[in-house]
């Protein structure tokens, strides 16, 4: 899982003064986790964790606000807001469950297996038993806007990956295997929220993958220094072993190897940078206000990226981020792309 990306690029967005979790009162789709969940109320102070929530603010997602994340925003239409609060709710109280807390790696898997059955006895058509104030928004939603229910099943799969991969220490093996992840962690948002705009053909699908995927592997790539530490190792080995390095190099107390890690950054970074190239366009097939959201986002990715070419690509000792500071050049490259 990966975190704050987005909540640091989208300030161009009215901010909330609420730190409240989507469970908190006054959401259009309020989610309290249920005392038996691994999302415990400590939570309220967390900080999003998952590409999810990032990939819906990609696309001018909005309702409410979860600490500095902002999922309500002006630019996305009124109409559709809840169709967004109820995806944004799901994604968000599955991530807690995967992530938050200190329960165990057993505990956290039964509890997202709970989610999946009652996802699938709500889109029956049954009523939703422990977790209402996610399913019942979230069914309507799915009906109103023929909203394909295998996405919300792949983000569901990418949760549970994450806490099996994290209990085992699993290491990626490639690229193409970290992608893997990416098509069920982040992708789907990014196509809900296409569903929600009626924007559905191939094309813009493949380049809203390429930009949620960017957004994904920009997120691992910024936090090295705070996922490694967590066990949370996303570095490929293939690129390890190219540059002579290895995951022991990145952690906290390792001194050497300088070249190859700072070589192992690059490649990534430039990996990630290419992806967001190739998916930049659909801007221009997302109308309205979303479609200039959309801009910032890519163009916010693509300075994460800038910021860590600019500490010489050491993200494993130093978290860069994008600020308020950045918003004058964002918004000059959004006008031009």
């Known amino acids: 899982m990966t975190d704050r990306l987005v909540s640091e690029i989208l300030v161009h967005t009215p901010a ?42 990609a696309f001018g997602a909005s309702v409410d606000h979860y600490e500095n994340f902002p999922v309500a925003s002006w630019l996305c239409p009124a109409p559709l807001r809840p169709a967004v609060a109820a995806i944004y709710s799901f994604a968000r109280l599955a991530d807690d ?3 938050e807390g200190e329960h165990s790696a057993s505990k956290r898997l039964a509890d997202l297996a709970a989610y999946r059955a009652e996802l699938d006895a ?7 038993a422990r977790w209402p104030q996610v399913f019942g928004p979230l069914t309507e939603a799915v009906q109103r806007h023929a909203l394909d229910p295998a996405l919300l099943h792949a983000l569901l799969s990418a949760f549970e990956q994450d806490v099996r991969h994290t209990d085992s220490g699993h290491r990626y093996a490639d690229l193409p295997e970290l992608l893997d992840y990416c098509a069920r962690s982040a992708n789907p948002i990014g196509r809900l929220l296409l569903q929600l705009w009626n924007v559905r053909h191939d094309e813009a699908l493949e ?37 002579g390095a290895a995951v022991e ?10 070249r190859e890690r700072n070589a192992v950054v690059a490649e990534l970074c430039a990996h990630a940078r ?19 959201e959309l801009r910032l986002v890519v163009q916010g990715g693509l300075r994460v990226l800038d910021r860590i070419a600019a500490i010489e690509h050491r993200s494993w000792q130093e978290r860069v981020t994008v600020d308020k500071a950045d918003l004058p050049l964002l918004v000059w490259r959004a006008l031009w792309m």
Do not use: K
Request: proline share 8%.
């Open 16 to 57: 909330s003064s609420s730190t409240s979790h989507p469970g908190n009162a006054g959401s259009p789709a309020a989610v309290q986790p249920d005392d038996n969940t691994a999302a415990s109320s400590d939570t309220a102070n967390a900080a999003p964790t998952s590409a999810a929530p990032a990939a819906m603010a």
């Open 207 to 243: 380049r809203s993958d390429r930009i949620c995927s960017a957004l994904q592997l920009i997120n691992f790539w910024q936090d090295l220094s705070r996922d490694l530490p967590r066990g949370r190792i996303y570095l490929p080995a293939n690129v390890l072993r190219r540059h």
């Open 249 to 258: 190099d990145f952690l906290p107390g390792a001194t050497t190897r300088d």
């Open 97 to 99: 469950m995967a992530d």
């Open 122 to 128: 709500a889109l029956q058509g049954h009523h939703p």
């Open 274 to 292: 290419g992806l967001m190239q190739m998916g930049a366009p659909l801007v221009h097939e997302v109308g309205g206000r979303a479609g200039w």
